[in-house]
Nanobody, 123 residues
Framework: VQLVESGGGSVQSGGSLRLSCVVDGDAVSAYCLGWFRQPVGKEREGVAF???????TYADSVQGRFTISKDNAKNTLYLQMNSLNPNDTAMYYC??????????????????WGQGTQVTVAS
């Protein structure tokens, strides 16, 4: 199983981007899925999570601005990012795990990772 991200880029503060993550080799419905990000020189942090039932959880820093969703028919996970600001600049990764146990933002719980897509927000 591979996760393939796309949709990153450079935007001005206040702009929007939508990231996509295709689950290649298995059904997206088989996994709990998360988006993580890692700014240069900092730890990787959880951004958003969606479980097998479609229930979602967000980091406080993105609550109300980002929306995680998935399309089972397209086997794709999304992250809609609105009202972007320079603090959102990071490499963004999608990740998958088969269990809903454990903290959603604990990256050790995830067994499959994408290659990352860069998001840069200019002030």
């Amino acid at each position: 199983v591979q996760l393939v991200e796309s949709g990153g880029g450079s935007v001005q503060s206040g702009g929007s981007l939508r990231l996509s993550c295709v689950v290649d080799g298995d059904a997206v419905s088989a996994y709990c899925l998360g988006w993580f990000r890692q700014p240069v020189g900092k730890e990787r942090e959880g951004v958003a999570f969606i479980d097998g039932n479609g229930d979602t959880t967000y980091a406080d820093s993105v609550q109300g601005r980002f929306t995680i969703s998935k399309d089972n028919a397209k086997n794709t996970l999304y992250l809609q990012m609105n009202s972007l600001n320079p603090n959102d600049t990071a490499m963004y990764y999608c990740a998958a795990r088969t269990s809903n146990d454990g903290l959603w933002y604990d990256r050790r719980q995830y067994t499959i990772w994408g290659q990352g897509t860069q998001v840069t927000v200019a002030s």
